[in-house]
């Protein structure tokens, strides 16, 4: 099931405007796969350290949404509403995300994860593409985007393990 849409993976030079994290984790890929995409694994390791979550849906197919409230160890909410736009299983997924239902496009980004069969390992990558520099930026310095995306999938490889 996959579909390509116009988006910033297919734009010639996003360097200046994409984050790109990696992480060997110690399971198999079907196994990786499956935490990412079954609403039973996502709420218990999605985000930062200290994050819990509410879940309020899940539909993973293209054009379906993912809703839910990352709730911060500062006791503040982070509401959050994604679309899929891309799914070829088990080698990657696409969304279009941003912190608001209120669909303001300046907090909207895609993201694209790429999970990679090594061995009985998986290296996931995870590419974060704003729509401009500046949107960049301000993701890294404000929210610690960078740090955010390496504790969350600190988090996955933890929660893999242990399922």
Not at 8 to 37: G, Y
Request: with cysteine.
């Amino acid at each position: 099931m996959q579909e390509r849409k116009n988006n910033a993976a297919n734009n010639a030079d996003t360097s200046d405007r994409e984050i790109i994290m990696s992480r060997l984790i110690d399971a198999p890929r079907e196994l990786v796969w499956e935490a990412m995409t079954k609403p039973e694994h996502v709420v218990h390791w999605w985000g930062p350290n200290g994050f819990t979550n509410t879940l309020e849906k899940l539909d993973f197919r293209v054009g379906g949404e993912w809703h839910h409230v990352m709730h911060g160890p500062d006791g503040r909410d982070y509401p959050s509403r994604s679309v899929y736009t891309a799914i070829d299983k088990p080698h990657h997924i696409e969304f279009c995300t941003g912190g608001t239902y209120k669909g303001d496009p300046k907090a909207m980004f895609e993201a694209m994860w790429t999970f990679e069969a090594v061995g009985g390992q998986t290296k996931v990558t995870i590419r974060l593409f704003f729509p401009t520099a500046q949107a960049r930026n301000m993701a890294v310095e404000r929210i610690g985007a960078i740090e955010g995306g390496n504790q969350t999938l600190a988090r996955l490889a933890g929660y893999v393990i242990k399922t």
